[in-house]
């Protein structure tokens, strides 16, 4: 699905080839400051190489409008944006980005149960504690339905409880539309458990790549 060929990002990240696949969950694991959000930001156009090219579907990201690449390959980043108003305002505001129109208020509440956030939707967000926005944020990504989620430590604001529902629910959501994943985590046990692939970054390079199967999670 993504292709990298001689891609260097300044100093960060230095990446010959490297191949992303389709319909799997791949996970990039390595110490902080190691390249993995940039390689995320190379992903959705965020950033442009510095050299090389990244391919999607075998064609380079240069030619591919920016804006609608990225209402297809949507990322989540560890403090995504939380917008004024209600909870129904922020589920909405990426709909409303991408000029589609508001979903219903059914449909936000079964959002709303998918993610364990039990709350009105008409709640102002002022009140919501950091591990519930980015709950809320997790739910505008689903309620936009891209073909491929980003996902940039997903879980990092959530106890461990919770973080394995919030992965388990958007791991069976994306298996069974049949979507991509491409997630950052410090988590081993996540890593092990729901990926496909698990590739390691270090000091930009890729240090590993290992096929797990997680498919009867």
Do not use: W
């Amino acid at each position: 699905m993504f292709e990298f060929v001689n891609v260097k990002y300044k100093e960060i990240v230095d990446l010959p080839s490297f191949c992303i696949e389709e319909g799997k969950v791949t996970t990039l694991v390595g110490q902080s400051g190691s390249g993995k959000t940039t390689i995320l930001k190379l992903l959705n156009k965020m950033i442009s190489p510095t050299q090389g090219k990244v391919l999607f579907k075998g064609k380079d990201l240069k030619e591919i409008n920016s804006v609608l690449h990225r209402r297809n390959v949507v990322m989540l980043t560890q403090n995504s944006a939380i917008f004024p108003g209600t909870i129904r305002d922020n589920l909405n505001i990426g709909l409303m980005f991408q000029e589609k129109k508001e979903a219903d208020d059914e449909v936000l509440k079964q959002i709303l149960k998918k993610i364990m956030l039990s709350k009105d939707l008409d709640a102002p967000v002022a009140t919501l504690s950091g591990g519930e926005k980015q709950r809320l944020a997790l739910g505008r990504l689903l309620l936009l339905n891209p073909e491929v989620y980003l996902l940039d430590e997903p879980s990092s604001a959530l106890d461990d409880e919770t973080e394995e529902i919030i992965i388990k629910m958007l791991i069976e959501h994306v298996h069974i539309y049949n979507k991509t994943i491409i997630m950052v985590t410090h988590s081993k046990n996540i890593a092990e458990k729901y990926s496909d692939t698990i590739i390691e970054v270090e000091r930009g390079r890729i240090a590993g790549r290992r096929e797990v199967n997680a498919r009867h999670h």
